[in-house]
């Protein structure tokens, strides 16, 4: 089993660079800004262990990260370790790993049926309202496009979201009233979990509550193929409009842990003079990473 940001064809898409032995696998993003290398997780990442680590592999985890780090004069690191592997724990005491955001998980344990019954009230009543409309898979972008109007680390124009919508590791599903498009969601996926990355919808589509009936589709659809997890993640902040939205369908609540680290001070505080601290690095934070990869 391998979670999607660690299947082989994730990696190869997004072109990302990995440190690989026979004890763990380091997928990450290698950003060149101006001569300034960095290294950083897309999505949740970090390192993935593929036996039960001891000491001797967490030391060659440090030995084989910390060669590429100086033959690369890598600037900064960032990890955003894994919610349902908890792939920091082998590495907490070592780093000061930092604990972020709720991330809210719907756990596949119950039929659609008795799923549907632990929702809340008001949730019930949006989907007992249109369960008998269409919610399909597609693999045209349609209505997602609109969601190029944000920023989303996953996408940054039509041709990388088209790309992706077809890719064989993303399923979005489409909800649709009288074979109309009023909504899509995407996800990742693999034989094991799932991930919420985008959706967009209609104002018809708002008015029908159709983000929440892909959801909740969604999860027979995970249900069906024997998926464990589908994390929704969160929000912005906590407790604001999409954290509230997730929140009403999660059944498990899971916190996300991020790791950032400095391996050129000099060079690095040079870069973020006068910039504020709400992005790591901060000089970063008006760029689009996608564009920056470059291959080692």
């Known amino acids: 089993m391998r979670d999607p940001f660690f299947l082989d064809k994730f990696i190869e898409f997004y072109r990302q660079n990995k440190i690989e032995t026979d004890n763990f696998i380091y997928p990450f993003m290698l950003i060149d800004y101006n001569g300034l290398k960095s290294m950083s997780s897309l999505g949740y990442q970090g390192p993935l262990w593929k036996r039960e680590p001891g000491m001797l592999e967490v030391e060659e985890f440090f030995s084989s990260r910390m060669d590429f780090i100086h033959k690369n004069n890598i600037v900064c690191e960032f990890i955003r370790f894994n919610p349902f592997l908890e792939n920091h724990i082998p590495l907490k005491g070592l780093f000061n790993i930092q604990e972020s955001s709720s991330f809210y998980v719907i756990d596949v344990k119950s ?42 680390e996953f996408f940054y124009d039509i041709n990388s979201l088209t790309s992706l919508v077809k890719s064989d590791f993303a399923v979005q599903m489409t909800y649709l009233v009288n074979d109309f498009e009023v909504a899509s969601s995407l996800f990742f996926v693999s034989d094991y979990s799932a991930y919420y990355i985008a959706n967009s919808s209609s104002e018809k589509g708002k008015q029908y509550g159709a983000n929440a009936i892909i959801i909740y589709n969604f999860y027979k659809y995970a249900f069906n193929k024997g998926f464990k997890h589908i994390g929704l993640g969160g929000g912005i902040n906590e407790n604001d409009s999409l954290s509230l939205f997730k929140k009403q369908f999660a059944n498990s609540i899971l916190k996300t842990n991020h790791l950032k680290l400095i391996h050129n001070e000099e060079i690095y505080y040079k870069a973020n003079k006068n910039k504020r601290e709400r992005f790591f690095p901060p000089y970063l934070e008006n760029t689009n990473l996608l564009k920056l990869r470059v291959s080692h």
């Open 111 to 152: 039929s659609p049926e008795e799923y549907l019954s632990s929702l809340p009230n008001r949730t019930r009543a949006i989907l007992s309202k249109h369960l008998k409309d269409t919610a399909i898979i597609s693999k045209s972008v349609g209505l997602l496009e609109s969601a190029l109007k944000y920023k989303n």
